[in-house]
């Protein structure tokens, strides 16, 4: 999947382990280009003069940082992942909103199970909604059984136009899902791939968003994907919103 992986090494075991995570999602025939990690604007232009298609971090705080303006997907490895034990990538979980970018994500993750012989768990999270409506309104149980019912279809819609030769497993989940997706990567995830939304010719994320947070709290690596140029350009579909109105 990946040609051209730019490893930001920190000069500290942080680097050692984005370099284990970059070995971890190459194919025999990537390429590895390593390169200090000064600051998050130099590795963006450093990974861009490389032609690289994947930026792997080992630092959670400077990653954060670096979601904010690359237009390359970014990889986080957790913190001690070098000394981990060595094994392959055996299962992938997608985080799936309905949004452009989780789909992008769905398909990224396909990927890499093809790839890897992995199997696939895809989430969908819907906020609980503890407000209060009229009696012309869904009460807050039945508009999260909407919430779910929405979702639900789109999830399984979309988990069925996936490669024959995938293994993928669907659910969708109530809570919040920086917290529940955490508690899915200490559930037997080797990698979680979600998307981010991007706003502006930089394709900017919101501080503050899900994947920003999860590249923090997650016990696994994260890929993340932010919203690529071409997708900017489509009509969104409508989608089930995850959170209460």
Do not use: K
């Amino acid at each position: 999947m990946f040609e051209t992986i730019f490893v930001a090494d920190d000069g500290r075991s942080r680097g050692r382990d984005a370099l284990r995570l970059a070995r971890y999602l190459a194919e025999p025939d990537t390429s590895f280009v390593v390169g200090p990690l000064a600051s998050t604007p130099d590795a963006v232009d450093a990974a861009h003069s490389e032609h690289a298609d994947l930026i792997v971090m080992g630092s959670a705080h400077d990653a954060t940082r670096l979601l904010h303006g690359s237009p390359i997907p970014v990889a986080v490895a957790p913190a001690g992942f070098a000394d981990g034990p060595e094994d392959r990538l055996r299962v992938i979980g997608v985080g799936f909103d309905g949004r452009p970018e989780s789909r992008a994500a769905l398909r990224a993750a396909e990927r890499l199970a093809l790839e890897h012989d992995a199997t696939m768990r895809v989430y969908a999270v819907v906020l609980p909604n503890n407000w209060s409506t009229s009696r012309i309104e869904p009460t807050p149980d039945e508009y999260r059984q909407l919430m779910r019912d929405s979702l639900g279809e789109q999830l399984r819609e979309e988990v069925e136009t996936l490669d024959s030769g995938t293994r993928a497993a669907a659910s969708v989940v109530r809570g919040d899902p920086v917290e529940e997706l955490t508690q899915r990567t200490r559930e037997g995830l080797d990698l979680l791939v979600v998307g981010s939304r991007g706003y502006g010719s930089l394709r900017r994320v919101v501080f503050g968003s899900v994947s920003s947070r999860l590249v923090e709290t997650a016990a696994c690596p994260v890929l993340v994907l932010p919203r690529r140029a071409s997708a900017a350009e489509e009509p969104e579909q409508p989608v089930a919103e995850i959170e209460a109105p």
